[in-house]
Structures are given as structure tokens and as C-alpha cells.
């Protein structure tokens, strides 16, 4: 089990780059208080193996499932484990 998930992103004003992502703890069977964190933050989270992130996804039945697990490209760069889903794609996943 990862210990945070992200539901959503935001991107920069040139569309290229996500600036935020909506993250919450990954509680069982639950997730805990979404809040936005700057893309950056996460990314040095996954470098310095403090935390693991996940991407979350509706499935079309209202329900959220576990997509990708998310890791750093160029210590930056937040990307997903690379496999056919569309859905474990950040740039999948709902704008707010």
C-alpha cells in the first residue's frame, strides 16, 4: 500500500507542466483530507524515499481504484510506472 495518493492535477499557465497535485493519505478503505502540494514537494518526497505516491482513478461506477505507482524522472518530473493503462498516466487524471 503507498502511503499518499494523488486524484488530481494542475498545470502550469502554458499547459506543459503540472504545478500542483491533489493529494490525500491512503487510509484503508479510505482517503484522508485532499490538499494541493506543489508538484516539486511530492517529487522530493519520492527522491529522498520519505513517501510513496499513487495515482487514483474513477473506474465509471463512482468508485475510486488504485491506478500507478509514481515515481521521479530527472528528480523532478513526476511520471507513472511505464504499462499499456491509459489510466496510469498523469496526464490522465482529472484538472482542478
Given at each position: 500500500m503507498t502511503d499518499f495518493c494523488i486524484t488530481a492535477v494542475r498545470y502550469n499557465a502554458d499547459k506543459k507542466h503540472i504545478d500542483y497535485v491533489l493529494v490525500s493519505e491512503n487510509l484503508p478503505k479510505a482517503f484522508g483530507t485532499k490538499r494541493a502540494v506543489p508538484r516539486g514537494f511530492v517529487a522530493d518526497l519520492i527522491r529522498l524515499k520519505k513517501a510513496t505516491f499513487s495515482t487514483w482513478v474513477s473506474n465509471g461506477k463512482g468508485e475510486s481504484e488504485k491506478g500507478a505507482d509514481v515515481h521521479v524522472?530527472?528528480?523532478?518530473?513526476?511520471?507513472?510506472?511505464?504499462?499499456s493503462k491509459k489510466r496510469d498516466n498523469l496526464e490522465n487524471l482529472p484538472t482542478f
Open positions: 524522472v530527472e528528480e523532478i518530473y513526476l511520471s507513472t510506472d511505464a504499462n
